[in-house]
């Protein structure tokens, strides 16, 4: 039984889903004016481990995570550099899927729809919207008037409208009722994208996006309405509330939000100058390294970022890979007449399995299921010593390279780096180099030796010196 803590309810519950042994899942995307940083990865990454976990529980699952392509930063990017929202929308789309490739995102069956191609569902809802009561018009610009939903408005964030009508910035000459109420529609400004529309030419304000695409997608009800926690108020609050009031349907049933990322005990923000972009942090550590760093902590707590946390991350991940290359070895020397038949091995996995769909099950506990995962590679480490093995005890081997690899790399994705997975032109180069390190040791030329065995190393190749023989792992 899976079970999510629910933002609206502040309760984990149990998820039940719409239609039986379907998930629908909408996660709110990137406004593409800028190249992705780490704080926007997070949301991209947990809702990614999400979605394979459903599926390795049985589930079908329809995943839809959107792109914001025309926005107000959108347009001022474009005025900056001379070209059209749409050019600028197009280069940084296309730098997303080049980051976010190297985290490993799966995006066999997503969908991934544009603002700028549900224009007319958007319009719909803003008439219904009216006709109804609840926006208005006011000089070119639709209104939500949070008033006329003042029973439902604050339901997410679990704020009191009266105080947040109170804490409202009054701007001068503003045409809305009143400061809460948010846009729907705006006039067109000169050089602007613009659609024409019932009120004149103008463009969506930014939540009604998310309404026209997620019903048009997944329908009035859907399961998992998903994003970072700064999403809370006002945009999942509004949604809600445009959302309900034009369809008078519930909307999303659960609403799971992930925690912010931290940089010196800070949120990492661009007001703040402290944040970094995925491609940055790429340059100096693998994206599976990144992806492992942002899975090893619960997705609802902060995470602390510096190059010492995904240094941790990076250790702890070899450690992965040197159990399964050892395991790997440990099944290709075969098994002799007699030797153990390593039932412990067999136990331990199974138990693994368990702890692990418990964690994972438990509001998607990543940090405890990686946890097992662990465990488990410790008693690995002691059965791949165990000099005599068995047929059956290769099986049980087999059993637990493949457990760990399925976990890792289908559910977590995770991409293991073992000598089998990188390619024989790597593993040719490096035994070319050990045969040049070799000659050298012979020669007692100890500097060449120590400066291959050291440029390896810079690599990830780490090398073990044996009594007949000269081993490497990654």
């Given at each position: 039984m899976i079970k999510i803590y629910n933002t609206m309810t502040r309760k984990v519950e149990e998820f039940i889903p719409v239609?039986?042994?379907e998930?629908?899942?909408?996660?709110c995307g990137p406004t593409v004016y800028n190249y992705i940083h780490i704080g926007n990865a997070r949301p991209a990454i947990v809702f990614d481990t999400v979605r394979r976990y459903f599926e390795y529980r049985g589930y079908k699952v329809k995943y839809?995570?959107?792109?914001t392509d025309v926005d107000d930063k959108i347009i001022k990017r474009a005025n900056e550099e001379g070209v059209t929202s749409k050019e600028i929308a197009r280069k940084y789309i296309e730098a997303y899927f080049e980051d976010t490739k190297k985290v490993n995102l799966k995006e066999e069956g997503m969908i991934r729809?544009?603002?700028?191609e549900y224009i007319d569902e958007m319009q719909e809802i803003i008439k219904k919207l009216i006709s109804e009561g609840y926006a208005y018009e006011a000089e070119g610009d639709v209104y939500f008037e949070v008033e006329k939903n003042k029973e439902g408005y604050g339901c997410l964030s679990h704020q009191d409208i009266g105080n947040l009508k109170a804490g409202a910035r009054i701007e001068v000459n503003d045409i809305k009722k009143s400061p809460l109420d948010f846009a729907l529609w705006k006039k067109a400004k000169e050089g602007e994208p613009s659609w024409d529309s019932p009120w004149g030419k103008g463009r969506p304000g930014w939540h009604i996006e998310c309404s026209a695409m997620s019903s048009k997608l997944l329908g009035d009800v859907f399961d998992i309405h998903g994003g970072g926690q700064d999403l809370i108020f006002p945009h999942h609050e509004n949604e809600i509330a445009q959302s309900r009031c034009s369809s008078h349907q519930e909307y999303a049933r659960y609403w799971m939000h992930n925690g912010y990322i931290n940089v010196n005990g800070e949120k990492m923000?661009?007001?703040l100058g402290n944040f970094f972009l995925l491609r940055e942090v790429l340059e100096h550590f693998e994206g599976r390294v990144i992806r492992f760093f942002v899975l090893g902590a619960h997705y609802r707590k902060p995470i602390d970022f510096s190059n010492n946390e995904l240094e941790q991350a990076k250790s702890g991940l070899e450690r992965i890979d040197n159990a399964v290359e050892r395991l790997r070895e440990k099944i290709k020397s075969g098994a002799?007449?007699?030797?153990d038949n390593l039932e412990g091995l067999k136990s331990f996995v199974e138990e693994t399995e368990k702890k692990f769909i418990e964690a994972m099950d438990d509001d998607f506990n990543t940090a405890q299921g990686i946890g097992a995962i662990f465990e488990l590679v410790k008693e690995i480490n002691k059965y791949v010593d165990v000099e005599k093995v068995s047929q059956e005890g290769i099986k049980n081997l087999e059993l637990a390279e493949k457990y760990i690899e399925n976990i890792m790399e289908e559910v977590l994705g995770v991409t293991l780096k073992t000598q089998e997975n990188i390619g024989n032109l790597t593993t040719d180069l490096v035994e070319f180099l050990l045969e040049i390190r070799r000659k050298a040791r012979a020669e007692k030329n100890w500097a060449l030796s120590d400066e291959i065995r050291d440029r390896l190393g810079e690599m990830g190749i780490k090398i073990k010196d044996g009594k007949d023989k000269t081993t490497w792992s990654l």
């Amino acid at each position: 039984m899976i079970k999510i803590y629910n933002t609206m309810t502040r309760k984990v519950e149990e998820f039940i889903p719409v239609k039986e042994n379907e998930v629908s899942m909408y996660v709110c995307g990137p406004t593409v004016y800028n190249y992705i940083h780490i704080g926007n990865a997070r949301p991209a990454i947990v809702f990614d481990t999400v979605r394979r976990y459903f599926e390795y529980r049985g589930y079908k699952v329809k995943y839809v995570q959107n792109f914001t392509d025309v926005d107000d930063k959108i347009i001022k990017r474009a005025n900056e550099e001379g070209v059209t929202s749409k050019e600028i929308a197009r280069k940084y789309i296309e730098a997303y899927f080049e980051d976010t490739k190297k985290v490993n995102l799966k995006e066999e069956g997503m969908i991934r729809p544009r603002a700028t191609e549900y224009i007319d569902e958007m319009q719909e809802i803003i008439k219904k919207l009216i006709s109804e009561g609840y926006a208005y018009e006011a000089e070119g610009d639709v209104y939500f008037e949070v008033e006329k939903n003042k029973e439902g408005y604050g339901c997410l964030s679990h704020q009191d409208i009266g105080n947040l009508k109170a804490g409202a910035r009054i701007e001068v000459n503003d045409i809305k009722k009143s400061p809460l109420d948010f846009a729907l529609w705006k006039k067109a400004k000169e050089g602007e994208p613009s659609w024409d529309s019932p009120w004149g030419k103008g463009r969506p304000g930014w939540h009604i996006e998310c309404s026209a695409m997620s019903s048009k997608l997944l329908g009035d009800v859907f399961d998992i309405h998903g994003g970072g926690q700064d999403l809370i108020f006002p945009h999942h609050e509004n949604e809600i509330a445009q959302s309900r009031c034009s369809s008078h349907q519930e909307y999303a049933r659960y609403w799971m939000h992930n925690g912010y990322i931290n940089v010196n005990g800070e949120k990492m923000s661009k007001s703040l100058g402290n944040f970094f972009l995925l491609r940055e942090v790429l340059e100096h550590f693998e994206g599976r390294v990144i992806r492992f760093f942002v899975l090893g902590a619960h997705y609802r707590k902060p995470i602390d970022f510096s190059n010492n946390e995904l240094e941790q991350a990076k250790s702890g991940l070899e450690r992965i890979d040197n159990a399964v290359e050892r395991l790997r070895e440990k099944i290709k020397s075969g098994a002799i007449d007699g030797g153990d038949n390593l039932e412990g091995l067999k136990s331990f996995v199974e138990e693994t399995e368990k702890k692990f769909i418990e964690a994972m099950d438990d509001d998607f506990n990543t940090a405890q299921g990686i946890g097992a995962i662990f465990e488990l590679v410790k008693e690995i480490n002691k059965y791949v010593d165990v000099e005599k093995v068995s047929q059956e005890g290769i099986k049980n081997l087999e059993l637990a390279e493949k457990y760990i690899e399925n976990i890792m790399e289908e559910v977590l994705g995770v991409t293991l780096k073992t000598q089998e997975n990188i390619g024989n032109l790597t593993t040719d180069l490096v035994e070319f180099l050990l045969e040049i390190r070799r000659k050298a040791r012979a020669e007692k030329n100890w500097a060449l030796s120590d400066e291959i065995r050291d440029r390896l190393g810079e690599m990830g190749i780490k090398i073990k010196d044996g009594k007949d023989k000269t081993t490497w792992s990654l």
